[in-house]
Structures are given as C-alpha cells and as structure tokens.
C-alpha cells in the first residue's frame, strides 16, 4: 500500500511528539529470536536459483533436444538449439520458482512476526486490544458510504474496547482504475450516546473544496487521485454551521439539517478542529510538484460519517502498518521495527481515544 507517505518518513513519526516509554526487556528477546528465524528463512533461499536451474536443466535439455529433433529432423542442430533453449527455459523456471519460495517464505514468517510481535506489543499499549491478521470486506467498510473504488483491499485489523466504546480498525487501499482513492485506516466505532436517524459526513474543508472541482479541460493522461469526485458527498447536502460557532476545519453534509444540528455543538467543533489541527499532514513540497495540484491545500485527509450509531473513520495513511520494508535481508533488530511498531500502535491508541470524545461531549 503504498503513496506519496513512502517518499517521507513513516506516517506516524509526523504525529508523535517526545519519546515513547521504552518497550520492556522481554521485547527485546522476542526480536532476537524473530530475528533467528529470519536468518534462517534467508538461508534457505539462498543459491536457490542455481540449485533449482541444475535440478531442472537436464530434464528441460532433454526434452527440448527432443522436440528439435522431432520438429527439425536435423541432428546438427539438436545440441546447440537444444542447449540453448533449454538452458534459457530453465533459467526463467528457477527465475519463478526461486520467486515463489521467497515469497511463501516471507509470508510464512510476516504471519508469525505479527502474531508474536504485533499482537504483543498491543497488548502492551492498550490490554483491551488485540489483533488479527485478517481485514475487513468491502460490504463492512461500504457502510461508512465515505470514499469509493472498484478494487478493494484490507488487511490486519485491530479489535476491542477504547473508553468503554467498541472499536475495528483495519488497513483498506481503494482503487479507481489505475488511481487510488484511499490508502490507509478504517476506523469503525460504536457510539453509545449519538444515534443519528439520517448519515451524517464530516469532512474536512480542503477536501470538500477540491471535491466538487471538475476542472473541464484536465489532460487525462495527468490526472491524479485528488482531481476526481473522489468523496462520496452531495453539495447540495452541505450544513451550514449557526454562526455563533466558532469557524471550524470540518464540512458537515446531511440530507436532514435537524438531524446534523442535533449532533454539532461547539464541543464536538473543538473535538474536531483539534483531532484536525494534531493530525493533519503537511505535504505540500510533494504535491506542489504534480501537475494542477499547486493551489490545493495538501493536508491529509480525516474523513468521518456517523450512520445510526456507528462512527466510521477513514485516515489517509499511505503506508503499510507492519511490514518489514526489506523482510528476510535486514534484521529486525537493525531496522528498528519493533519500535516503529510500538509507535505506530501508540498513535492509533492515541486518536481512537480522542476521537471517543464525540461520544462524551454534548455542549
């Protein structure tokens, strides 16, 4: 999964002030160990390729020099062509199968890291957590009705309590085409105080803008994720806030005005603004440098829509969670993973937390 977020530091290093406490010393085992199993993954597939090509080499040799034979009728041929071709298939199936086995190797061991790494270190952060390596499925994550995409993916996903309330999180990427619309985390949280009749989205204000742009004379062969219809809202449908209230970052879109003020309040606007102004993502140098994109504000984006009384939440993260970003060449230990782990938990901990507030807050 990835996107503009990997030509930066990793997403939550932007969010996190100060040091975190340090993991305990029996972390510190785990990845040694984990480390272990990786070296020893590593030395299975190495020199795979030239034991695979010597073990299927003869027998591709011999059937091609059949085949030339059979098709050709001349023998002066048979080695050259034979050996030629047969030594070139050969070297495209140890090729795959040398692929294959790195891959299944991989996945194997990045199924146990998260189960004894991840999983461990939630329950460090949060013991009302824990973890899954499975995501959710498009009809789940479709509810929130927020951001769309005909090819949907989902992976590791992160369930339990947080301030009483229940919560999912989960990693999804849409795609459009060839264009992503979303890349990061669902959040799903149930609400105990707020039941809305009617959806009710909150957007952020930069993105509802460039929402409605539709830029008439665009070049196709430029366009980009941030130029399309890319959230699921009706301008028509946009709420306009009693102007005793302080400004806020958020668009608020309902088709029953009755409904959207029954939940917005100035404490929930200061709930909002602050999740906003703590979370949004300064990436301006990057997108400056895309085409129609210089006048667009660059903050990432913190969708919300409340459906009854589930809040979903869909954050531009633009990276992938917890994977190794060289799995079986550098160690654990080297690259520092267990910590941006125990980081990256800590923040979705931390915005889950505040976001809970909603709940809490009625004036």
């Not at 990276?319 to 520092?336: C, N």
């Amino acid at each position: 999964m990835e996107d503009f977020g990997n030509r930066h530091k990793d997403s939550s290093a932007k969010y996190v002030q100060g040091e975190l406490p340090p993991l305990p010393p029996e972390y510190n085992e785990i990845v040694k160990s984990l480390d272990k199993e990786m070296l020893a993954a590593a030395k299975k597939t190495k020199g795979l390729f030239k034991k695979a090509f010597f073990i299927i080499w003869p027998s591709v040799i011999a059937i091609t020099a059949i085949l030339v034979f059979i098709f050709s009728g001349d023998t002066s041929i048979i080695f050259g062509v034979g050996g030629f071709l047969g030594a070139f298939i050969s070297a495209i199936a140890a090729f795959i199968y040398k692929l294959l086995t790195k891959a299944k190797s991989a996945e194997v061991f990045m199924a146990k890291l998260k189960k004894e790494l991840v999983g461990k270190i939630l329950k460090f952060v949060n013991s009302n957590l824990s973890f899954s390596n499975e995501g959710i499925s498009k009809e789940v994550y479709d509810k929130a009705d927020l951001i769309g995409g005909r090819r949907f993916e989902s992976e590791d996903s992160i369930d339990g309590k947080v301030n009483g309330l229940n919560v999912k999180v989960s990693e999804c990427k849409l795609t459009l085409t060839e264009t992503v619309s979303f890349n990061g985390i669902f959040i799903q949280l149930e609400l105990s105080s707020v039941n809305l009749s009617t959806p009710l989205k909150i957007i952020p204000h930069f993105a509802s803008e460039s929402n409605f742009d539709k830029r008439p004379n665009l070049n196709p062969l430029a366009q980009t994720r941030y130029v399309y219809k890319r959230i699921n809202i009706e301008k028509e449908d946009q709420i306009a806030l009693d102007p005793t209230m302080q400004k806020s970052d958020y668009e608020f879109f309902c088709k029953d005005k009755q409904v959207a003020n029954s939940f917005i309040n100035q404490g929930r606007l200061k709930v909002l603004d602050y999740i906003f102004t703590k979370y949004k993502d300064e990436r301006a140098s990057v997108l400056s440098t895309l085409p129609f994109l210089k006048d667009h504000d660059a903050n990432s984006g913190i969708y919300m829509s409340i459906i009854g009384n589930m809040l979903y939440i869909a954050l531009d993260w633009n990276e992938d969670l917890f994977a190794a970003d060289v799995l079986l060449e550098e160690g654990i230990e080297e690259t520092g993973l267990a910590q941006k782990i125990h980081r990256d938990l800590h923040f979705i901990n931390q915005i889950i937390n505040e976001v809970s507030l909603l709940d809490k807050v009625n004036g």
